[in-house]
């Protein structure tokens, strides 16, 4: 196996994890030389936080400064449809912490984790040049050119709802911790929460209101005995 088999895989079957396994068994022929611009599994560069997933990507397409990945870092992800409450944890923490921070590109606190973040990686769900949200746009261009997007998905690849909880793996095991800032009980942010967990990555939560149905994921991971984010980490 070498790594333009595995680009030209993943690019023939658009990222699709299970094909392009088939196709390395198989041992399909290749007959094109690629030259996108990623790593691959075979990679000197290639991220070793990633290898303790039990899938982990075989190609990462990126855009912007993939030097970004050596970098200590820490996850802030939360709800699509904030409350102004944890819009301003989010600002709060991300502009007082030192580390990079990962996120999904995504809107809500995703974004807003990205556009205060000084050094940010956002994981896109879709292809590496197909901007999703839309109204993200702006804000991907921006990062392709100041801080680093990545994908497993190349080109043009369409965001298929099955791609966005996959993706939070990537979200989950490149960072050391992984900071909650909102999340109803079951949400995608649920999931990036179960492969931190399984990665025995630290998980921090932000309180909420009892009566708020927005956050009554976090306090069911508080419950379950989730540490609380620290004040000190809010307001530096």
């Given at each position: 196996?070498?790594?333009?088999?595995?680009?030209?895989?993943?690019?023939?079957?658009?990222?699709?994890y299970n094909r392009i396994t088939v196709a390395i068994r198989n041992e399909e022929e290749v007959n094109e030389e690629c030259k996108d611009r990623c790593i691959t599994i075979l990679d000197d560069e290639y991220p070793k936080s990633l290898l303790d997933l039990n899938y982990p990507p075989f190609v990462l397409f990126y855009e912007g400064d993939i030097s970004l990945l050596k970098s200590e870092s820490i996850a802030?992800?939360?709800?699509?449809?904030?409350?102004?409450?944890?819009?301003?944890?989010?600002?709060?923490?991300?502009?007082?912490?030192?580390?990079?921070?990962?996120?999904?590109?995504?809107?809500?606190i995703d974004a807003i984790a990205h556009e205060n973040a000084s050094r940010s990686i956002g994981v896109l769900g879709s292809g590496i040049n197909y901007a999703y949200p839309?109204?993200?746009?702006?804000?991907?261009?921006?990062?392709?050119?100041?801080?680093?997007?990545?994908s497993e998905y190349p080109d043009r690849v369409k965001p298929y709802a099955y791609h966005f909880p996959f993706r939070n793996r990537i979200?989950?095991?490149?960072s050391n911790t992984v900071y909650i800032m909102e999340t109803k009980e079951f949400s995608g942010?649920?999931?990036?929460?179960?492969?931190?967990?399984?990665?025995?990555?630290?998980?921090?939560?932000?309180?909420?209101d009892i009566y708020s149905s927005g956050g009554k994921g976090n306090l069911k991971l508080i419950h379950e005995g989730a540490d609380i984010i620290d004040t000190k980490e809010i307001f530096g």
């Open positions: 196996m070498n790594r333009n088999n595995l680009i030209y895989y993943a690019k023939k079957y658009e990222g699709d802030v992800v939360g709800s699509r449809n904030p409350t102004e409450y944890s819009k301003q944890a989010t600002k709060d923490l991300v502009q007082n912490t030192g580390k990079t921070v990962v996120s999904g590109l995504a809107k809500g839309y109204e993200n746009k702006d804000l991907i261009d921006r990062m392709k050119k100041e801080q680093l997007v990545i979200i989950a095991a490149l942010t649920m999931t990036t929460v179960n492969e931190a967990l399984e990665l025995g990555k630290e998980v921090k939560v932000l309180p909420f």
